[in-house]
Structure formats: C-alpha cells, structure tokens
C-alpha cells in the first residue's frame, strides 16, 4: 500500500477520522514541515534534539567529545531552542459550530479542533509557549501558557469537548485580557455567526495590547454554496428559530447577505491588521498552517 500523499494526510477527511489528538496533530505537523523543506528553531536551549556532524565555526561546547573518543569523528549536538513567542488559541464551541453537512467530513467544530491542536503541536515544536480557550457560553476548556505544561494532557482534554449552547465571544476577550500580559500570537477560530457589529472592537482591543493576531472563519460547504433544492426547515441551533421555505427561492438573497457577512468580517480584520482566513471544513488544512507559521516568523 502506497504512503498518502501530502494532500491526503492534511485532508481532513483523513484527519477526521483519527480520534487521538496527539497523533493527529504531529502526523499533520510532521507531514506539512517535510513538504515545506522546514524544520523547527534549532539552538542552545535546554531540549536535546540530534546530532550532526561538526564542521569548522561551530561552537566546541556543543561537541560531543565522548562519541569523538568511541567513533574518532566529532558530532555536535542540536537542541530545540526556547523562544519568548507565546501563542494562544480561541476556540469557538457553540452549538453553531457543531453543523456538518451531508458531504462533510467533520463539523465545524471538529474542524476547528483539528487545527487548534495542530497548532499548539506545531507551536510547540518551535518552543513556544501555548495557551488555549475553548468556550461557548461558559469556558469548557482554559490554559494559560507555559512551557511546563504537558501538550498531551491538553490535547486530550481537547478531545473530550463537545460543541453546543450560545456563543458568548466575551469570555474569549476576558481570557486575553488576563491571561496574555506579553505580546502573543493569537488565532481565533470560529463561524463568527452574529458578532459582525462587535468584531472590530474586539479585534482592535487584541491590537492596543500589542497582540498579533490571526482569525480563521470556519464555515460548512453547505453555509457558503446552499446547494438544498427542495423545501427545507431551517432551524438556529442557538436560538431554536425556525423557518420553512424552498432554498431556490432564497439562494440569491441569501448569497447576497453571505457576501456582505463575509465581507465584513474580511474589512474589520484588514482595519484591524488581523490575518483572515476563511475556511470550508472541505479545505487541506496546510494552507492554514502554513500561513500561522508565516505570521510567526514575521513576528520573530
């Protein structure tokens, strides 16, 4: 059986089907560095990474005189450096984040989690210190940064969340405010449904603490084609509003106002000097976590 290809192994069709957080993340982080011809910081940190042989400049207290007097060749030794970058992830877990279309492979949510744990994977891999909320109408899931803390234990609480409920965006601001007292790089991951008024504010507030930030709009194929032909019942999964009407009839107006929304979103990043992205759960999620790895070095 032949290896997946890069394009498969980030598809998340794929990655939707491995339950393990931990395992999902590094077979997609270790796959994306290899197909970027990247590796992660190497320096003179405290974690011993690998060895290579020692050519003329490099510093001799790297060398590993005890392998030169067994094998007669000198090796210096690499570690994975410690950086002052420290980056924190958003999580949107509200019961709209829980839509999965029929040709989906996963949720929004599920979707989103993936890349979340991809990224604390992947920020960790660089030496970063990695904070985390996850929140709906209540805070499900909250970690400051430190490099103390175990990336496994929270890729596992992780996995046990489920979406649903209200979104309530002010817990995700509160958890920036008082967890993030030095400059970090944020990414924010949701279908911001209804928080169109209030997004720029928010944004701006990331700004004036000195925050980088990066805001990914996760949406269902479904939500940006509105392929249904027939009558259908629509219902809020927040509100529990209902409505039923033919999706023919409303496809126009209803690509108008998605437009407008997307928009709007687009311009209170761009005002805000805030990376968007906007994703179908249907979308490789190497571009996302190439343009993460993108921002975090323009910030180095």
Not at 14 to 42: F, K, M, P
Not at 55 to 60: I, N, Q, S
Not at 266 to 276: G, M, P
């Amino acid at each position: 059986m032949s290896k997946p290809s890069l394009s498969e192994l980030l598809s998340p069709r794929l990655l939707a089907r491995i339950d393990d957080y931990q395992l999902l993340s590094r077979l997609a982080v270790e796959g994306l560095l290899a197909g970027l011809q990247r590796s992660h910081c190497l320096g003179g940190g405290s974690e011993f990474l690998q060895y290579r042989e020692y050519v003329a400049g490099d510093e001799l207290k790297y060398l590993d005189w005890k392998l030169l007097a067994r094998q007669d060749k000198a090796y210096t030794k690499q570690f994975q450096q410690e950086t002052n970058m420290r980056c924190a992830i958003l999580l949107d877990a509200s019961a709209s984040m829980n839509y999965q279309g029929e040709t989906a492979a996963c949720s929004k949510f599920r979707y989103a989690a993936i890349i979340a744990a991809c990224i604390a994977y992947l920020a960790q891999k660089q030496g970063d210190q990695v904070s985390i909320c996850v929140y709906s109408d209540r805070e499900l899931l909250s970690r400051p940064g430190s490099r103390e803390r175990s990336l496994g234990a929270l890729l596992s609480a992780l996995e046990h969340i489920s979406a649903g409920g209200k979104t309530d965006h002010e817990l995700a601001l509160r958890f920036v405010a008082n967890a993030l007292k030095r400059r970090s790089l944020i990414v924010w991951l949701s279908d911001f449904h209804h928080y169109e008024t209030r997004l720029g504010a928010a944004l701006g507030a990331f700004r004036l603490s000195g925050h980088d930030s990066m805001l990914c709009q996760i949406l269902d194929e479904d939500e940006l084609t509105l392929p249904f032909r027939q009558t259908l019942r629509y219902v809020d999964s927040e509100s529990n509003r209902e409505i039923s009407t033919s999706a023919g009839l409303i496809r126009q107006s209803y690509q108008q106002r998605l437009q407008r929304f997307l928009e709007h979103t687009r311009q209170s990043c761009l005002q805000e000097e805030c990376d968007y992205r906007l994703a179908s759960t249907a979308d490789n999620i190497g571009e996302l976590l190439a343009a993460w790895l993108d921002k975090r070095e323009a910030m180095l």
